[in-house]
């Protein structure tokens, strides 16, 4: 079950909708912890049990494809799935992205729908849990 | 539920606003088009039906929102339009990449570029985007 969810956008807006549409896909009980920049979302990751995190690509501080690397690379974080939105994928950044880790990577405007679809990864691929 | 679907208008579309429709008091939100071009796509909204979309958006008519709120909400359209754009227009195994939006109130300085704009008149209501830069007038060119 998702219980603590890190969302990484420097919109208030996007974060917004980000969360209605995972409460949407189902995460209705989970504890969402905002943050404004992927600086913020590691400190975040490094003191707390996190069991999802859904971050941006542009972001000031620390972009989205930065935060996916120090995750990758730390031991105690390597496992945690990761969906990436962003309004500034397409084919070739998508495949970037899920060659360094990425669980998922979802288009902007997200949709409920379009997060679920992502979910259902962490359940067909037994992505959960980490060290 | 997206940020489509949250806010649902009947539009009119409008080719090439006269300078008369982009008021001096519109909210903008201009969001850096970095590579493969450069240049700029620009949002700008009036600032009432500005302040009807962020209430919808955050549902909360009741209270108020912060200009701050209503110009986040700009910038967050912006910012997806910019990237529907760009995946039009680049090839999908070809990377681009934006900037982080700027907003402001009233006129946008759009430079020396050259500016395609489209009017999309919700009601009575106007919104402009506009796409400001050299390289996207010669890709419509070509």
């Given at each position: 079950m998702i219980q603590n969810v890190v969302i990484a956008d420097d919109s208030s807006t996007a974060r917004m909708i980000i969360r209605r549409c995972l409460e949407i896909a189902g995460c209705i009980d989970a504890n969402f912890i905002e943050v404004a920049d992927g600086k913020q979302a590691l400190e975040v990751l490094r003191e707390s049990e996190v069991d999802l995190l859904v971050t941006d690509l542009?972001?000031?501080?620390?972009?989205g494809r930065t935060l996916l690397k120090h995750v990758k690379a730390s031991p105690r974080l390597t496992n945690l799935p990761i969906v990436v939105v962003s309004s500034a994928s397409n084919e070739a950044v998508r495949d970037e992205l899920m060659s360094q880790g990425a669980l998922a990577v979802v288009d902007k405007p997200i949709s409920p729908a379009r997060l679920a679809e992502a979910l259902k990864k962490l359940t067909d691929e037994n992505q959960w849990g980490y060290a | 539920m997206t940020l489509e679907n949250m806010t649902f208008e009947e539009i009119e579309v409008v080719d090439e606003?006269?300078?008369?429709?982009?008021?001096?008091d519109m909210i903008w939100a201009a969001v850096p088009i970095l590579q493969p071009h450069e240049g700029q796509l620009v949002v700008r909204v009036a600032p009432e039906y500005a302040k009807i979309l962020a209430e919808e958006v955050f549902g909360s008519a009741d209270e108020a929102i912060s200009d701050a709120a209503v110009k986040d909400v700009i910038a967050e359209m912006a910012n997806t339009i910019a990237g529907r754009f760009m995946n039009e227009l680049v090839p999908s195994d070809e990377e681009f990449r934006l900037g982080l939006p700027n907003t402001g109130v009233g006129?946008?300085?759009?430079?020396?570029d050259q500016v395609t704009s489209i009017l999309i008149n919700v009601g009575e209501h106007p919104l402009v985007t506009s796409v400001i830069g050299n390289d996207f007038v010669k890709l419509t060119n070509e």
């Open positions: 542009n972001m000031p501080n620390m972009d | 606003p006269a300078s008369a429709e982009i008021s001096d006129k946008f300085q759009e430079g020396s």
